[in-house]
């Protein structure tokens, strides 16, 4: 009889220690969890007083343009029309010449239907910066996919020389409801 007391209180001080173990181990972890929580809020209030110091985006040119993200136009012919000759007066904004251009419609997502044009132009060197900024920079949105340059070997040209680019841009329109 002896020996089962014996070997139960030696059991009962083995669980005793075992529970004392997972009580202190949850308590180390806990202590762990709040320093980690502590340096994560510290690093987040570190950020948010950076993001109040620095003035919001603004870019080169002020705010963010005016207007509607999509293009303009009750149909989509409409709206191609309007990014068609949205190209071309970027490209004679900056004394280059359309030579050709051409809008094909492409993916229709929520809604919200893709058109790609691609412009072939002629424009002087120094007008290319202008003119991918002013593209981009405005509203609606118009994105520059790719472009492809060609030097115009013209030993005639004095001062600027001028370059062949064909642009190709992709915009969204999307159609108002009644």
């Known amino acids: ?31 762990s969890a709040s320093g980690e929580l502590t340096e994560a809020r510290e690093r987040l209030a570190a950020i948010e007083s950076r993001a109040h110091q620095q ?6 040119i ?7 993200a999509f293009l303009a136009g009750e149909k989509l012919s409409i709206a191609a029309a309007d990014f068609q000759k949205r190209g071309a007066d970027a490209v004679a904004a900056v004394s280059g010449l359309v030579l050709s251009s051409q809008v094909e419609r492409g993916e229709t997502k929520g809604g919200a239907t893709g058109l790609e044009l691609q412009i072939e132009c002629e424009l002087p060197q ?27 070997l013209d030993a005639s040209e004095a001062g600027d020389p001028r370059i062949r680019a064909t642009l190709r841009l992709s915009a969204t329109w999307r159609e108002v409801g009644p």
């Open 1 to 31: 009889m002896r020996l089962r007391r014996s070997g139960a209180v030696a059991l009962y001080l083995l669980l005793l220690v075992a529970a004392a173990w997972v009580v202190v181990g949850a308590a180390l972890d806990v202590t």
């Open 55 to 60: 003035p919001a985006f603004r870019g080169s």
């Open 62 to 68: 002020g705010e963010l343009p005016p207007g509607s």
């Open 126 to 152: 120094s007008g290319l910066q202008s003119l991918l900024y002013g593209l981009e920079a405005s509203a609606p949105l118009l994105f520059i996919e790719s472009v492809d340059l060609r030097s115009k």
